[in-house]
């Protein structure tokens, strides 16, 4: 089946750690986009990556890395510098101009810092 | 940056209603998205529509798309409980390369 998987499905991490969130998808779509979403606040767009090993800040990037190796992968590194980590986290993907076609979602990651 | 606004926030209905969703944006778009997310879910596109545009279709959806008021509208006729979910518009972000969103309508459907 096609499709896009994150994984966990929730993630706890404890203060000053670092914790990375997996995202993978076989659906052979170039681009690759991170959104944070918390309660009444919709999306918001932290990275996106248009192409393997390259990728572009969104409007919430401070404390969160992501590298792109693969065309297939896209995981993002919640570092110890994001003072409030605790969200839920969506992964899509989709063809190169996401304007023209729609994008699918994995089913989430909710962290949690404890 | 948020593009998209919807309105109302949360709408509740009975099963059999028809419920209407609207976004409001504020620059010029190619093309407009409506979402939808399942309580804690992913979210699920619906339905594309372009700025030249003005009416889709797509079973019970109906999106209409006003680019002079910079404004789309989505109607959920005869809804279901299985309707119950968060509605999202998306419009072009950076570069036309990127979704922006609004912060959703809730709807509730009671049987």
């Known amino acids: 089946d096609g499709g896009i998987t994150q994984s966990p499905k929730y993630l706890f991490r404890k203060e000053g750690q670092n914790v990375t969130l997996s995202c993978e998808q076989n659906?052979?779509?170039?681009?690759m986009y991170w959104y944070r979403q918390d309660p009444g606040q919709g999306l918001r767009l932290i990275y996106y990556?248009?192409?393997?090993?390259?990728?572009q800040k969104g409007d919430i990037a401070e404390g969160y890395s992501v590298s792109r190796e693969k065309k297939e992968s896209f995981p993002l590194t919640v570092t110890s510098a994001q003072k409030n980590p605790t969200a839920f986290y969506l992964c899509?993907?989709?063809?190169?101009?996401?304007?023209?076609?729609?994008?699918?979602f994995g089913q989430g990651t909710r962290l949690t810092v404890v | 940056s948020q593009q998209g606004e919807e309105d109302p926030q949360a709408l509740s209905i009975q099963e059999g209603e028809n419920a209407t969703m609207n976004c409001s944006y504020k620059?010029?778009?190619?093309?407009l998205q409506w979402y939808r997310q399942n309580s804690g879910r992913g979210l699920v596109h619906l339905i594309l529509?372009?700025?030249?545009?003005r009416e889709k279709h797509s079973g019970r959806l109906r999106v209409t798309l006003d680019t002079s008021k910079k404004s789309s509208s989505l109607l959920i006729t005869a809804s279901r409980a299985a309707d119950t979910a968060s509605y999202f518009c998306?419009?072009?972000?950076?570069?036309?390369?990127?979704?922006?969103f609004g912060k959703g309508t809730m709807l509730l459907v009671s049987p």
């Open positions: 899509a993907s989709s063809g190169r101009l996401v304007m023209n076609t729609e994008a699918f």
């Open positions: 659906l052979n779509h170039d681009a």
């Open positions: 990556s248009q192409i393997v090993n390259d990728f």
């Open positions: 620059t010029s778009i190619n093309n």
């Open positions: 529509i372009r700025s030249n545009e």
């Open positions: 998306a419009t072009d972000g950076s570069g036309y390369s990127t979704l922006t």
